[in-house]
């Protein structure tokens, strides 16, 4: 574990994103694990902010475009969904690998649906419900 934080806010969430700046630095392929309204977008808010990428409203989830893109001077940032992703062949089509620079970071949400992200993941960041608004936040190597 490299870092925990207890969120009792979207602020607080939002917050901590931007905190991982350094450990985000590019290159990195990072899964961002939890259920449906953990706060995955969320903390994707304060990482582009953190990186100039996006401002904080600028920043959605991509259920349905799959994959939004968030340039910045020091990283180009990769939100992507993989939920509704099922088979090797609907992943294939995003051509993922393409995305994939040494100025890159890929934030992929339902990744450990595909082994192979797990394999490949430098970063993970899990997200645990422990109360109403309070969400456990967890980033491993």
């Known amino acids: 574990m490299l870092r925990q934080l207890t969120s009792h806010s979207v602020e607080e969430t939002i917050a901590f994103g ?21 706060g995955k977008t969320t903390l994707v808010k304060g990482i582009a902010a953190a990186f100039g990428a996006a401002k904080e409203d600028q920043v959605t989830s991509p259920t349905f475009t799959l994959v939004h893109e968030y340039r910045g001077p020091q990283a180009n940032l990769y939100h992507v969904d993989l939920y ?3 088979t090797q062949r609907e992943l294939d089509t995003l051509a993922l690998d393409d995305l ?37 936040i967890t980033v491993t190597e």
């Open 84 to 86: 509704r992703i099922d």
């Open 18 to 38: 931007r905190t991982l700046i350094e450990l985000l630095a590019p290159p990195r392929l990072v899964l961002l694990h939890g259920e449906l309204g953990a």
């Open 100 to 136: 994939r620079s040494e100025s890159s970071v890929l934030l992929i949400e339902w990744g450990d649906k595909f082994s192979r992200f797990v394999r490949e993941r430098d970063i993970e960041i899990s997200f645990e419900r422990t109360g109403e608004n309070d969400r456990r």
